[in-house]
């Protein structure tokens, strides 16, 4: 167990739909990623909130947006949806000095389903 | 886009040999990170190694990095059949305004066959 927790961890929805991913990060980790993964384009960065700030931008759609709130939990917003969304979102979190010198501890997993 | 290219694709081995996977990059690295999947789970980190280090071992694992060939290679000896995932180098590179990124590879998908 990482730490991490998301929900949900299924989700099945239709094109134009939309959904909003949680996640709580481990105690005291104040960096939060979130990472797009599916089959044809693996691992795909999206977006870091430190302490509540966007830190860093990654191959994140203008459909796509996110948020920390002060208690460090984030929430992912998939709007508009379309079948090339279907795929899992993973958060990912790390303490204060963050990738520079450690690893990041990721979470289970929201599967998204775009029918 | 991919930083890492991980190399082979797909590795299957029998239980007892070793397992070696290679992952090449295209920038300058402030660290290189292998992660593990399991089928449909969280990625679990494994090894991490600063770009000015050459060689790490943690356990049964042994990674090389070569930054003049913008390489390296993980090692997995004595393979067990719970070693079965995929495996993804990671490379994390300074990305402006005190932050830095993490990014992935496609993998490599490891069998091992009891």
């Known amino acids: 167990d990482s730490g991490v927790t998301q929900t949900p961890k299924h989700l099945i929805t239709a094109t134009g739909q939309r959904v909003t991913l949680r996640c709580s990060p481990r105690?005291?980790?104040?960096?939060v990623y979130w990472y797009q993964q599916s089959l044809d384009q693996g691992l795909q960065f999206l977006i870091q909130y430190y302490n509540g700030e966007e830190r860093a931008k990654g191959n994140i759609l203008e459909r796509f947006s996110a948020q920390q709130f002060p208690d460090l939990h984030s929430e992912l917003n998939l709007s508009s949806l379309e079948l090339g969304d279907s795929a899992l979102y993973f958060c990912?979190?790390?303490?204060?000095?963050?990738?520079?010198?450690?690893?990041?501890?990721f979470g289970e997993g929201s599967r998204l389903t775009v029918l | 886009s991919q930083q890492g290219e991980e190399d082979p694709q797909a590795l299957s081995i029998q239980e007892g040999e070793n397992a070696t996977m290679n992952c090449s990059y295209k920038t300058s690295i402030n660290n290189l990170q292998w992660y593990r999947q399991n089928s449909g789970r969280g990625l679990v980190h494994l090894i991490l190694i600063r770009s000015n280090e050459r060689e790490k071992h943690s356990g049964r694992l042994r990674v090389t990095l070569d930054t003049s060939k913008k390489s390296s290679s993980l090692l997995i000896t004595a393979s067990r059949a719970a070693d079965t995932a995929s495996y993804f180098c990671a490379t994390a590179s300074y990305s402006g305004a005190g932050s830095y990124q993490l990014t992935f590879g496609k993998g490599t998908k490891l069998s091992v066959i009891p």
């Open positions: 990912a979190s790390s303490p204060l000095t963050g990738i520079r010198t450690g690893e990041l501890f």
């Open positions: 105690s005291g980790d104040l960096s």
